[in-house]
């Protein structure tokens, strides 16, 4: 059995131990148990801790029965003492992650009848589900309340309560536990059974901020950030804020009033080139020539509506089929293709064969796209 250090101080950083094991795993990798130890195995939703044994890594920790496994990339002497030292700057980002979502959870709960059903702790975020919807008002309320709780640096305990006071004991569980059950109480905000290490008071959390919500299973879905992850995110979003609004040309406040400004432009000026599209098509089927035969015709740049356009003014001045193309012989090429006197539909599957191509539509006019090359689509056109 493996002591639990990180169950005594949750800040333990470097510690001595005994390797009671250690058993090599494929990949290049060992297995190795201690006697004690600060790293926490992945569980409760937060990841397994990383960091070092003497010269080797620890690229990750799990738990199996009563003992510990550090997943190392190097083995080490069954029997020998070495020292253990935590990737700290990660766990305690993943510790203040844990602790903003027990105040989160434990708000959303009291406030709003809310019960946690998911957690999952990723590398720059935190994914929370409850099983009901909440409005955006209500989430600024959660949102507040839960920042007002870190600035009064409330303390945040840990404890194995007694099988008569756990039952007595009102507290969130997601699982109905009976034996050695661990609870973690933030004072005043919530009481939660959780086996992971937290911060020892609220002020250590730094910050939390729900960055994303969605509907999710009758409930809702919630992105949160605290802490080092908090800030990460806040200088990433300040790092594009700043680019947006140079590019602009406003300052940062602005930033979305240029942005709409800009859409509304760019919307201008796509009614301006559909517009100029328009009348330059009618310009070129006004000029397409008389023929009793095929028209193959090749335009850069028309999407599916213009090569409709095109079709249907040239199948009315030739005697066969009018075959119109945009692309190029390295992408591919996108056609439409109209008769008055060919059905089309019926001549699809030939078509295609001899063009590599795939598509369809009604007997007067198909659409689709097509492999071969230029030369080639000019040759069985002719």
Not at 128 to 157: C, G, H, M, S, Y
């Amino acid at each position: 059995m493996t002591t639990k250090l990180y169950d005594q101080d949750s800040h333990c950083r470097t510690f001595s131990a005994q390797v009671l094991s250690c058993t090599p795993v494929q990949g290049g990798q060992w297995h190795i148990v201690l006697d004690q130890t600060a790293f926490f195995p992945e569980g409760g939703g937060q990841p397994g801790d990383q960091g070092a044994l003497d010269t080797v890594r620890v690229l990750d920790t799990r738990e199996r029965g009563d003992a510990i496994v550090h997943i190392t990339d190097g083995p080490l002497t069954p029997g020998t003492s070495v020292t253990g030292e935590l990737d700290w700057a990660l766990r305690f980002a993943r510790m203040q992650c844990h602790s903003g979502e027990h105040v989160l959870s434990g708000l959303a709960h009291s406030l709003y009848g809310c019960t946690n059903v998911g957690f999952h702790m990723g590398e720059d975020q935190v994914i929370l589900d409850f099983d009901k919807e909440l409005t955006p008002q209500q989430l600024t309320v959660l949102e507040d309340r839960a920042n007002q709780i870190i600035t009064e640096n409330r303390p945040v305990t840990a404890r194995y309560p007694a099988p008569e006071e756990l039952a007595s004991l009102d507290y969130r569980s997601k699982l109905d536990l009976t034996e050695q059950v661990r609870i973690v109480t933030i004072a005043g905000c919530d009481v939660c059974a959780c086996c992971a290490p937290h911060v020892t008071c609220t002020g250590e959390i730094g910050l939390v901020k729900l960055v994303d919500a969605m509907r999710h299973r009758g409930g809702i879905r919630l992105w949160m950030v605290a802490g080092r992850l908090a800030l990460a995110d806040y200088q990433r979003k300040q790092t594009n804020i700043a680019a947006i609004s140079a590019a602009l040309s406003v300052q940062q406040p602005q930033a979305a009033q240029g942005v709409e400004r800009l859409k509304q432009e760019l919307q201008t000026l796509k009614e301006t080139l559909k517009q100029t599209r328009q009348a330059l098509l009618a310009e070129k089927a006004k000029a397409l020539p008389q023929t009793p035969g095929n028209l193959c015709l090749f335009e850069d740049g028309l999407d599916g509506t213009g090569l409709r356009v095109l079709a249907n003014a040239g199948m009315e001045r030739c005697g066969g089929i009018c075959a119109v193309f945009a692309g190029t012989d390295q992408a591919g090429y996108r056609y439409a293709m109209g008769s008055q006197t060919v059905d089309l539909r019926a001549k699809a599957k030939a078509l295609h064969q001899a063009l590599g191509g795939k598509g369809g539509g009604q007997p007067t006019l198909i659409q689709g796209a097509v492999t071969a090359s230029r030369q080639e689509i000019l040759a069985y056109f002719r």
